[in-house]
């Protein structure tokens, strides 16, 4: 793979919010993928794109100033075979992308084009991403005001809360995709985002908890999302933990609640289910379509097309609509997920999950909204038929391993279960285990499935908004690294 930057030759003044519309015109484009043709590639892209952002961040009660960015640029792509080139540019001339056109028809010399562009046809999508209130309806210091509510009801739910921080983020990107199959995508993604940190005090523990809350879509988000309820909870969580005992540590049954848990499954089996992982034969999932891989209880998805969600959109960064991808039904291992380089190199088709940062980047198969789907346990049954266990409230970071899937995981919220109640609130737990064993040893799953509040970012080399999610479930058996002696 040969990636080719050009660098444009004056300073770009930055773009004005909101996103400038159409960029260039098909016609445009046309003569920028014949370029791209011309020493014999089979198949030419054009990826237009124009992104702003603002963030702002409280701390110590005060909101620093506001940080605006601004990025607009293209990139060319031409396959020859399984291979591409990629070129690109933040200049949008003609003339440039034209360069970076060359740049990528340099890569190789077949002689002569092959392929004709086909007429570029604007494709439709059914999907509706609405913004009913568009960021710009409030000014800076209306988004200042909503933290400063924020750091007030944190620091009001309790004296033993002694420092606050939080930040507001927006971020509205619009994309164009050409190629010279005659696909002509476009797509707009406008994300909103608060960031909760809390840190409670109590003679000479800390405490921290953190939480956020936003989604893909406009400042309606706050008619939806109570934020300073938002912050007591965050606070909540950070006093109940003051008072937490040393987790205890062996085998024992774990309880996950729903919700942001799916991130486990996220990094334990969701990036081994991305097809460069399977094409490279590194990835546990490698070889194994149609085969038994979970318990029958299990069915896992990946939908970029769920309303509202971060890691929804119409089309990928490929140009291809966005779908549901099934990828374990009732244990069977259904699918994996493609983009358009590792599906052509496949002889498959892509289901829509090629994603990258920014043009700067090629794309690659990525996860979108990711979740285990609902099951048939109400989730106050799971919970009484625990006799002794852990349940995990809160997930916090953790790694695993795409050719072995095994993971680790720290719990930042997890109290006991007692004989089928929540009890005493435990520090310091971590779960240690394997994805496919976890994925085949669950043996109850409720009907309460529930998608992360909408923060969650996953890295891949290139960071990409993601949704994960899950209902209540429950492991017979996971081995919890406490710090009970
Ligand atoms: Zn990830």
């Not at 080719?4 to 519309?21: D, E, F, G, W």
């Not at 921080?165 to 993604?189: I, K, L, P, Q």
């Not at 976890?438 to 970012?457: F, P, T, Y």
Request: net charge neutral; proline share 5%.
């Amino acid at each position: 793979m040969l990636v080719i930057r050009l660098n444009a030759c004056y300073n770009r003044p930055p773009t004005k919010h909101p996103s400038v519309r159409m960029m260039i015109g098909p016609h445009t484009a046309q003569r920028v993928l014949e370029a791209a043709l011309a020493n014999g590639a089979d198949l030419a892209e054009l990826y237009l794109e124009d992104r702003a952002s603002l963030n702002l961040s409280l701390e110590d009660s005060r909101v620093e100033g506001a940080v605006r960015g601004a990025d607009r640029g293209a990139g060319v792509r031409a396959f020859y075979g399984n291979t591409a080139a990629y070129a690109y540019t933040d200049d949008l001339e003609l003339e440039s992308l034209l360069r970076a056109a060359r740049a990528a028809a340099a890569a190789a010399n077949r002689g002569h084009r092959q392929q004709p562009v086909l007429d570029l046809t604007r494709s439709p999508s059914t999907l509706d991403f609405p913004v009913e209130k568009p960021f710009e309806v409030w000014p800076e210091r209306e988004k200042s005001a909503l933290l400063h509510r924020i750091d007030a009801a944190a620091r009001g739910y309790d004296p033993r809360i002694v420092q606050v921080s939080a930040t507001y983020s927006e971020y509205s990107h619009r994309v164009w995709v050409f190629n010279s199959e005659g696909r002509w995508a476009e797509d707009e993604r406008n994300i909103v985002e608060v960031s909760i940190n809390v840190t409670a005090r109590a003679n000479s523990i800390l405490q921290q908890a953190r939480a956020g809350f936003g989604g893909q879509m406009g400042l309606e988000l706050f008619e939806r999302r109570d934020a300073q309820a938002e912050a007591r909870e965050v606070a909540e969580s950070a006093v109940k933990m003051l008072n937490a005992r040393p987790a205890p540590a062996g085998e024992m049954t774990v309880v996950m609640r729903n919700g942001w848990g799916g991130v486990l499954f996220h990094e334990a089996c969701g990036h081994a289910l991305e097809a460069d992982f399977i094409n490279r034969g590194t990835s546990i999932f490698a070889g194994r379509l149609g085969q038994v891989v979970a318990s029958p209880l299990i069915t896992l998805l990946d939908d970029a097309t769920v309303p509202a969600r971060r890691g929804s959109y119409r089309f990928d960064d490929d140009g291809t609509p966005a779908q549901q991808t099934v990828l374990v039904e009732r244990g069977r291992l259904t699918e994996y997920m493609w983009d358009l380089a590792e599906a052509r190199r496949a002889g498959r088709r892509s289901t829509g999950n090629g994603r990258r940062e920014s043009y700067r980047y090629l794309p690659i198969p990525r996860m979108t909204n990711t979740f285990i789907a609902a099951g048939e346990s109400d989730p106050q049954e799971i919970m009484r038929s625990v006799d002794k266990g852990l349940y995990v409230a809160r997930l916090g970071g953790g790694q695993a391993n795409v050719a072995k899937g095994d993971f680790v995981f720290s719990v930042t919220e997890g109290y006991l279960l007692e004989e089928g109640v929540i009890t005493a609130p435990v520090r310091g737990a971590t779960l240690i285990g394997n994805g496919l064993k976890v994925l085949a040893e669950i043996d109850m799953v409720g009907s309460d499935l529930e998608l992360d509040r909408g923060q969650g970012r996953c890295g891949k080399g290139q960071w990409v908004p993601v949704s994960v999610g899950q209902p209540t479930l429950r492991v017979p058996r996971l081995t919890v690294g406490g710090t009970a002696t």
